[in-house]
């Protein structure tokens, strides 16, 4: 049973950072290719980021890029997103998903952005 488990978001200023992390069980985490998504306040869930097994490749969305970084950890089971120069656009609950349409995710984190 695939379960997902995020965690490390809060409530953070304009141009400050914060470090998202999942931890996955109940599949092959090291030939999986994972994902981040987020869903901001009353707006779908749209797709962040996502990173090849073996962390070799990652691609972002155009609104992130520059500012987001993609990571795993093969060892731990995990899969990180570092966010910088966040912005107000940013907010939202981020999930992980080891799936492209993000069919099973985590329960989430918040990321709540405000001065």
């Known amino acids: 049973q695939v379960q997902l488990v995020e965690s490390g978001g809060g409530l953070v200023q304009p141009g400050g950072s914060l470090r998202l992390s999942c931890v996955a069980s109940g599949f092959t985490f090291d030939v999986a290719s994972m994902y981040w998504f987020r869903q901001p306040p009353g707006k779908g869930l749209e797709w962040v980021s996502s990173?090849?097994?073996?962390?070799?490749?990652?691609h972002y969305a155009d609104g992130v890029k520059g500012r987001f970084t993609i990571s795993r950890d093969n060892d731990e089971n995990k899969v990180f997103l570092d966010l910088k120069s966040i912005i107000t656009e940013d907010a939202g609950v981020y999930y992980c998903?080891?799936?492209?349409?993000?069919?099973?995710r985590g329960p989430g984190t918040q990321v709540t952005v405000s001065s």
């Open positions: 990173i090849s097994p073996r962390g070799g490749y990652s």
């Open positions: 998903s080891n799936d492209q349409n993000a069919v099973g």
